[in-house]
């Protein structure tokens, strides 16, 4: 008898497994960062009833994004009634993966994220002038939408974008003499030598040449010196003589001491901690800077009189180039899933909603960001003044050429590049080696 | 072979009844270890069977399988220059920390074999290194290496061994090293309990016998200690291998094998491969590659120590 008892509770065991593998086989997006949202299981497949079915993955870009979305689903979902949004919220380390796993088996009618070429290059998407109320699209700034098109066709929307500019501590620039922001990188290496004969423990520059974000750097010396990754015709020119000159001066003030120790190391948000520290300067960072400083100060209980006193002015330029912002966005993109013409009314009404004048600013704001339309970007710069001047900067940024399909090798090989040339390697050579292994 | 038995054993149900007894002893065996097998199928089997294809294939960056390539994965790996640095910066990684972290870890298990006060504690002390997270032990070495605000410096400041901060990583290599130590630190207490386990096992007469015969203490510890915890060694050392080649938690936390792959090993390497520039099915190409050194590796370690017989374990 005992023998068929525990016989029995090892099928029953067995059972279970396979049970639990199936359970979790078609939804492999169960992660413990899913949060709440999954309390209604996302399933194409099955319609609620007679309610059309939407299915949204978002990124989480901050500690406020999982409580936004589920506020907006609800408000959603009570004011259409025949429509079920479903929103899960995937934090940005998972989110890729997930994204990738779903495709599979139960792809998202929504994606939100960062990317969107890899997607078009694998024929997932649907144009976003199918998916996107004529209204709803005519509130985008032109230059945004021109960051998503591949062969003449617009296929993902900004969802939020935010800007960088050089963050400078005020007290370090006064106290070392040097009168007058540096505007130009004549200025930018005086400033530096100045800074460093005043204290030498100070850094006077921050440089990120990090696999974290070394392509930021590379973006911010090409682009103010009136280069770019791409010509007109949208070929690559990474190894074209201005490129060469910007980085080489980047690498140059690394082996003239005038920046932080490491810079193949020290990512983005090291330098922001040495800048809040007062240890450093001078950095390139995003319009984010001023809340992460805030937080960190809040945080560590960092009396007054240890905060420091900054404030930020455009990227010096080379050769009298005008200020080039670098901007980084996010996208909205939809799934081309055999939608029913109901279904595409549905996914119209839910972007009307979304970018509804207040609500997109309300979602803007919630992690500070900066807005892709300019209704919200009047709406954010009446009602926050300190961003009205990021509303401006970011209307006229430059972005990276994320449409482009060999963008992820690109990315890596700047990286590797600077990373290379700050070993001492030639930055001409490296630069047509990466040249020839990307144009082919 | 349950399938060949059972219908044999359905057959003459009705006639004995004590066959019934006789299927569930056959069976049993199999039910019991079902769930492991399930577990290890879905866990081990789907995954190594998903890596070989994806290497076979052409990926696309969205990780949709585009059809057989020919091997162009593996041609287009063995092509990058970068490789033979990280393949020999991961035969570097792997036999300076399985090697010194095993003689260390013996050391430590020969003193911590020993009976003196405070024992049960040192042993404690031991277990903490591996008790925590390598993520936190890795960004702990890191916080203490670092040159701005590292504890190191500050020490050597407070005690007036320097005056002014040091850079304890200049060089690429210099990050390695802290990187080895790092992997060596984490590791010797595994050896020393697989070895103390070992240690703790053998007869003391064997010694008393030795004594007695006149033997040095390095006699006893070539000719009776270390013949008696080759077995626990043995296991110790193949675990490690493949700990440590596939160990990605320190390397990725101290440097992301930054600077230009410099102090990358295949599975910094591979992940930056497949997760930042999306080439999936080179990616799968580097873990096929890994997972064969590893085959060949642990197997030969494993047939040359046991070739005297299955007695030792």
């Known amino acids: 008898m005992k023998k068929i008892l525990a016989l029995l509770l090892a099928l029953a065991m067995a059972l279970s497994l396979v049970a639990c593998a199936n359970s979790n086989t078609p939804d492999p997006t169960k992660d413990p960062n899913a949060g709440t949202q999954e309390t209604q299981k996302p399933d194409d497949q099955q319609p609620s009833g007679d309610k059309i079915d939407i299915n949204v993955i978002a990124a989480e870009y901050g500690q406020n994004t999982k409580k936004w979305w589920a506020d907006f689903q609800d408000e959603f979902n009570k004011t259409y009634e025949n429509i079920n949004l479903v929103v899960e919220v995937v934090s940005w380390n998972d989110i890729y993966t997930v994204v990738n796993t779903r495709l599979g088996s139960n792809p998202p009618d929504i994606l939100n994220i960062d990317v969107f070429a890899d997607y078009q290059a694998d024929d997932l998407l649907l144009p976003a002038k199918d998916y996107v109320s004529e209204e709803t699209y005519a509130k985008f700034y032109e230059a945004f939408l021109d960051q998503s098109v591949v062969d003449g066709t617009v296929w993902a929307i900004p969802d939020l974008a935010s800007a960088r500019a050089m963050y400078y501590n005020v007290d370090i620039l006064e106290a070392a003499g040097v009168d007058k922001v540096p505007t130009t990188w004549d200025e930018l290496k005086a400033a530096c030598e100045k800074i460093k004969a005043y204290d030498s423990s100070i850094y006077p520059w921050g440089i990120d040449m990090t696999t974290d974000e ?52 020290e990512t983005r948000y090291d330098l922001q901690d040495l800048f809040g520290a007062g240890k450093l300067a001078m950095v390139i960072g995003p319009n984010s800077i001023p809340t992460y400083i805030a937080d960190n100060y809040a945080k560590a209980n960092t009396p007054k009189e240890e905060q420091i006193n900054y404030a930020f002015a455009a990227i010096p330029t ?66 926050d003044p300190a961003m009205a001047p990021w509303v401006d900067i970011v209307g006229s940024c430059k972005f990276y050429p994320t449409a482009k399909a060999e963008w992820a090798d690109v990315k890596q090989g700047v990286i590797n590049v600077e990373q290379q040339a700050l070993l001492g390697g030639n930055v001409q050579e490296l630069l047509d080696n990466l040249q020839a292994e990307i144009a082919g | 072979m349950s399938k060949a038995t059972a219908p044999k054993a359905v057959s003459t149900t009705k006639k004995d009844p004590y066959s019934g007894k006789r299927v569930l002893r056959k069976v049993e065996p199999y039910i019991w270890i079902a769930p492991s097998v399930i577990l290890m199928a879905i866990f081990i089997l789907i995954p190594i069977i998903s890596v070989f294809r994806m290497a076979l294939n052409n990926v696309s960056k969205t990780g949709q399988l585009k059809g057989f390539n020919n091997f162009a994965n593996f041609t287009k790996i063995l092509k990058t220059p970068a490789f033979a640095m990280v393949l020999k910066n991961t035969l570097v990684w792997t036999i300076v920390v399985v090697v010194l972290s095993t003689v260390l870890g013996f050391m430590l298990a020969l003193v911590l074999n020993n009976k003196f006060r405070g024992r049960k504690i040192a042993r404690a002390i031991v277990v903490f290194p591996w008790a925590t997270t390598l993520v936190i032990q890795a960004s702990a070495w890191g916080f203490i ?57 053998i007869d003391g007469s064997y010694y008393e016998a030795a004594t007695v015969d006149g033997a040095t203490y390095w006699q006893k510890l070539f000719k009776i200690t270390l013949p008696l915890v080759k077995s626990s060694l043995t296991v110790s050392t193949v675990l490690n291998i493949i700990y440590v080649f596939n160990s990605f938690p320190i390397i990725w936390t101290m440097t992301k094998g930054d600077p230009a792959n410099r102090t990358d090993t295949l599975v910094t390497y591979l992940y930056k491969l497949a997760f930042y520039n999306g080439r999936q099915g080179e990616a799968a190409a580097v873990s096929v590659i890994g997972f064969l050194i590893l085959l060949i590796c642990a197997s030969v370690y494993m047939i040359y120590t046991l070739r005297k017989g299955d007695g030792d374990l």
């Open chain 1, 214 to 265: 070394g392509q930021a750097a590379f973006a911010y010396y090409i682009w103010n010196n009136g280069s770019d990754f791409t010509d007109a015709d949208g070929n690559w020119i990474l190894n074209d003589p201005k490129n060469v000159e910007a980085i080489e001066y980047a690498v140059g003030l690394v082996n003239d001491g005038l920046t932080n120790t490491d810079p193949a190391n």
């Open chain 1, 318 to 383: 080379n050769g009298g180039n005008p200020s080039v912002s670098a901007g980084v966005m996010d996208r909205f993109m939809c799934f081309d899933n055999n939608h029913s013409a109901e279904k595409i009314e549905a996914i119209k009404t839910f972007f009307d909603f979304f970018y509804e004048d207040n609500r997109y600013s309300d979602w803007v704001l919630m992690e500070g960001f900066l807005p892709a339309t300019s209704a919200g970007g009047e709406i954010v710069a009446a009602s």
């Open chain 2, 145 to 201: 290496i670092n040159k701005d605000y590292g504890t190191l410096n500050t020490l050597l400041m407070k005690l007036r061994i320097i005056s002014e901060p040091v850079n304890w990583t200049p060089t690429p290599e210099a990050y390695f090293g802290w990187e080895i130590a790092c992997g060596i630190f984490v590791t010797i207490p595994f050896v020393t309990f697989c070895v103390l386990s070992g240690l703790q096992s």
